[in-house]
Nanobody, 123 residues
Framework: QVQLVESGGGLVQAGGSLRLSCAASGGTFSGYAMGWFRQAPGKEREFVAAISRSIGNTDYADSVKGRFTISRDNAKNTVYLRMNSPKPEDTAVYYC????????????????WGQGTQVTVSS
């Protein structure tokens, strides 16, 4: 059983910067593909970014490509999401996600979720 704990959310001005962290425990972290999803009020949970197990291949939603960066530190069992130039439409609860071996963009395919962290972008 993998436990995921997010941190780093909060209020940020549009055009600013914020970094989310997700600390994992309870499993072999390097064997899990990791990702971030988000959910705004009244909307379905959506894919934001994913990173592969060890090589570090990344995938981004078109809406965040070029602004957000996902990274991982396998020595610290932690995955990060750097949010540069956030926009008000990025406001949502951000969830860390994990799946053994490979993680795709479908939230229904995720094996483990964090509790979520609120990100609010003011204009």
């Amino acid at each position: 059983q993998v436990q995921l704990v997010e941190s780093g959310g909060g209020l940020v001005q549009a055009g600013g910067s914020l970094r989310l962290s997700c600390a994992a425990s309870g499993g072999t972290f390097s064997g899990y593909a990791m990702g971030w999803f988000r959910q705004a009020p009244g909307k379905e949970r959506e894919f934001v970014a994913a990173i592969s197990r060890s090589i570090g291949n990344t995938d981004y939603a078109d809406s965040v490509k070029g602004r957000f960066t996902i990274s991982r530190d396998n020595a610290k069992n932690t995955v990060y999401l750097r949010m540069n130039s956030p926009k008000p439409e990025d406001t949502a609860v951000y969830y860390c996600a994990a799946k053994w071996w490979f993680l795709n963009r479908d939230y229904k395919d995720v094996s483990y979720w964090g509790q979520g962290t609120q990100v609010t972008v003011s204009s």
